[in-house]
T-cell receptor
């Protein structure tokens, strides 16, 4: 079985500042990927960033970057220059390539304050 | 527009009623999944399919049935609705390797189901 844990149910940040969301996971698989998804009030799930487990280099997408610590099974998301539109629930997900299914964390609600 | 289409968007059922949530995708994705999202929680996998004719159970399969007769469609059936099934349901699809497709999983817009 695989698990994903997000230990911060809620976080807030001032506009233009930086915030880091935590995620830890557990899996016995060697072939897996990690994702961060954003769910705004519209309920639509939007892919923010992905990380291949076999790559040591941390993924970056514009203002979003990850800190992937494979040995520690940690996958945190850093949002730089936070914007009001970043207000949403963020989900960490572990994708099992062999099984073709994902396990999601319980989410972190991020509020960006003006 | 290409994507995952879920119907209906909202539904109210009485306890004991049955219904089918529809999910269709037009991206020729092999993998399809159903998740439920309860308030303040993440997505829990109900059932999933890696191709037509193949389905498997996820974390919370009890009370739900699925079938995958075509690549495009993956309906979720509630056999006898219970208040505990009140939730938001998401259908998702992906290529065989979701990690390499541009958007990972493609999600539908969700169905909000209330069982009274």
């Amino acid at each position: 079985a695989q698990t994903v844990t997000q230990s911060q149910p809620e976080m807030s940040v001032q506009e233009a500042e930086t915030v880091t969301l935590s995620c830890t996971y557990d899996t016995s698989e060697s072939n897996y990927y990690l994702f961060w998804y954003k769910q705004p009030p519209s309920r639509q799930m939007i892919l923010v960033i992905r990380q291949e487990a076999y790559k040591q280099q941390n993924a970056t997408e514009n203002r979003f970057s990850v800190n992937f610590q494979k040995a520690a099974k940690s996958f945190s998301l850093k949002i730089s220059d936070s914007q009001l539109g970043d207000t949403a629930m963020y989900f960490c997900a572990l994708y099992n390539t062999n099984a073709g299914k994902s396990t999601f964390g319980d989410g972190t609600t991020l509020t960006v304050k003006p | 527009n290409a994507g995952v289409t879920q119907t209906p968007k909202f539904q109210v059922l009485k306890t004991g009623q049955s219904m089918t949530l529809q999910c269709a995708q037009d991206m020729n994705h092999e993998y399809m999944s159903w998740y439920r999202q309860d308030p303040g929680m993440g997505l829990r996998l109900i059932h999933y399919s890696v191709g037509a004719g193949i389905t498997d159970q996820g974390e919370v399969p009890n009370g739900y049935n699925v079938s995958r007769s075509t690549t495009e469609d993956f309906p979720l059936r509630l056999l006898s609705a219970a208040p505990s099934q009140t939730s938001v349901y998401f259908c998702a699809s992906s290529k065989r390797n979701a990690a390499t497709s541009p958007y990972g999983y493609t999600f539908g817009s969700g169905t909000r189901l209330t069982v009274v």
